[in-house]
């Protein structure tokens, strides 16, 4: 009855046997939303919190291999980079971290033409 948008999961470090789960949906209905919280609610969970923004910091990773070569790219960006790394034609791996708006804007900025490869953490958040 809902879609998730991404999930991460880790080991908290003080608790053994327990992983921690950031589960992001896209959906605007709160009465939905609620009821994704409610279903979470079992013996086996430990707590279900709905983050919003403003309470809480919301980060994603994006490792993004490029294939970059400046003398074809009339691209400020790009040539910025082939200097930065001393060459005219290079792959090389960045990492960015932010927001998904923002490494969906770097994406954009970089273009598809340039994207090797990409692999995405998905949203994980905290309560501030």
């Known amino acids: 009855m809902y879609n998730v ?4 999961v880790c080991r ?3 608790i053994p046997g327990v992983s921690r789960m950031t589960i992001t949906l896209r959906e605007n209905d709160q009465a939905r939303v609620d ?15 709905n983050l919003d923004t403003d309470h809480s910091y919301w980060r994603e990773v994006a490792i993004v291999k490029l294939e ?13 980079i082939t200097e930065i790394l001393g060459t005219k034609v290079t ?3 960045l990492q960015v971290a932010g ?6 804007a770097f994406l ?3 273009g598809q033409e ?15």
């Open 12 to 14: 908290p470090l003080r």
């Open 68 to 80: 970059i070569d400046a003398s074809r790219v009339g691209d400020p960006f790009m040539v910025a």
């Open 114 to 128: 340039h994207i090797v490869e990409i692999a995405r953490t998905g949203v994980t958040a905290m309560e501030k």
């Open 35 to 49: 009821q994704v919280v409610r279903r979470w609610c079992s013996p086996e969970v430990i707590s279900v919190k």
């Open 108 to 110: 954009d900025e970089v």
């Open 91 to 93: 792959i090389t791996i």
């Open 99 to 104: 927001s998904t708006r923002r490494i969906d």
């Open 5 to 8: 948008d991404t999930l991460t």
